[in-house]
């Protein structure tokens, strides 16, 4: 059973979503240390979602239209957001880390707010977690307790190697300014598409 749940897990982490993108953008723009801390962030955005299933939470998202569609469309509001900042931006992509370092907190921030205000992710895990612990199990919950901490490993690690892979090719991928220019573009293109998956699925 937990094989096949690493199995399924893995296959859901590795499909790129609004996580995977940020966290290889940022190792493009700043390097592997800043991709870590993205697939950090991302991996404790997860965190609240994991915790609103198993403790029931996401029963009251998923009764609620008005707070489910709330949370949906405010994330979708901020996919947008970061769309704009990344189709409107000039500069070089590659910073000079040690003449502007960035700032960790900030991009722990943005990357839990990309996992959290994503309510599907909620009521995934809802819907995900269950089907691998029998109802009469005893100890049901730290089951589940442990099964999301298989998935939150997983996803950092492979964040982790989606960002470290981004920084090593960046200096080749980031040389000339047309390619910059066209990697930007494509990033702000992939928010809204994703923006606008999230928007147009039901509940």
Partial sequence: MTFTF???ALV???TPGTGAIFTI????AHGTKSSLIAA???TLG???QLLAAIFGLAAILNASAIAFNGLKFFGVAYLLFLAFQMWRDKGPLITNEAAAP???WRVIRTAILINLLNPKLTIFFFAFLPAFVHPNQPN????????SAIFMGLTFVVFA?????ASAVRRHVTSKPKIVNRLRKSFAVTYVLLAGRIAVQGR
């Fill in 46 to 48: 997860i965190l609240p």
């Fill in 6 to 8: 690493i199995l399924s």
């Fill in 161 to 165: 190697l989606y960002g470290i892979f």
């Fill in 40 to 42: 950090f962030g991302c």
């Fill in 12 to 14: 859901i982490v590795a």
């Fill in 25 to 28: 953008a940022e190792g493009l």
């Fill in 102 to 104: 960035r700032a960790s």
């Fill in 140 to 147: 049901a919950t730290i089951k589940m307790l442990e099964l």
